[in-house]
């Protein structure tokens, strides 16, 4: 059996029509939109809206002044007349395009930078969408958790121009807590362990999850494997039995992980 596994496609519809040749299966975990592109200021939604000079001052100020990123976020977006419209359509023309990509039999969860209530509208048959749930894939049980983590005492943001998929540690850990004798643990963000969450060229943790280690520990799963983290300290770890590995940044590698059993 052959699965391949990607992550943080970042609108790179083209490899991810690639992305399932010679494979059983594919599994992707999350972050399918580019809604703002750090390594082509051109591209994204950001991008495409207002500009390249745009977004590199805006990942400017989210490098080296982030309390001012909010303000000049709010402005660029209060120019418009209709916001959440214009960024609505242009998700929408991204999920057709990626979706569309996804030509083998495919089991899919959730990033941060998605809209999973509109998966439903996108996905075709041979897509299954999986959150808080397990899937048989080559008789061995598959358990999905899709999102990324609220920091802690941060509640969900208003609805505004685009909402990331973010969920507090306890609604996550709920996800987990469905999932039984899970042999692979696919999630879009990795356990909290720090060589797994450190981003070395971002400088920076992101929150990895403390129930997801918790279920890594006490069921040792074949695999857990995630995304999220685009430069990791340690791509390959392992907790226990269990082979933790990123995926990778497939929006720029363009290769998918590979499971073998």
Not at 240 to 258: D, I, L, W
Request: glycine share 10%; with cysteine; hydrophobic share 45%.
């Amino acid at each position: 059996m052959r699965v391949h596994v990607v992550s943080d496609v970042h609108g790179n519809a083209e490899a991810l029509a690639r992305a399932g040749e010679g494979a059983d299966a594919l599994v992707v975990l999350g972050d399918l939109i580019d809604f703002v592109d750090y390594h082509d200021h051109s591209g994204g939604i950001l991008g495409s809206v207002f500009g390249p000079a745009a977004v590199g001052e805006f990942a400017r100020l989210r490098r080296e002044r982030p309390a001012e990123l909010p303000a000049f976020s709010r402005a660029l977006w209060e120019g418009l007349g209709d916001p959440q419209a214009v960024v609505a359509d242009a998700v929408r023309a991204q999920y057709a395009r990626l979706f569309g990509a996804m030509t083998a039999p495919t089991y899919a969860t959730p990033g941060n930078v998605d809209t999973p209530d509109l998966w439903p509208e996108f996905a075709g048959e041979h897509v299954h969408v999986l959150d808080g749930e397990v899937a048989e894939i080559g008789g061995l049980r598959f358990g999905f958790v899709g999102g990324a983590l609220l920091p802690p005492g941060i509640t969900a943001r208003r609805p505004g121009v685009f909402r990331p998929y973010l969920r507090t540690e306890e609604d996550f850990a709920a996800g987990v807590a469905r999932l039984t004798d899970v042999d692979v643990m696919c999630t879009h963000i990795p356990p909290d362990v720090p060589e797994l969450t450190y981003d070395v060229v971002a400088r920076r943790s992101e929150l990895g999850s403390p129930s997801l280690l918790d279920l890594i520990v006490k069921q040792q799963p074949r695999w857990a494997v995630f995304g999220h983290v685009h430069q990791p300290l340690a791509p390959r770890m392992r907790v226990g039995y269990t082979e933790c590995a990123n995926v990778g940044h497939f929006q720029r590698a363009e290769r998918p992980y590979v499971l073998r059993w």
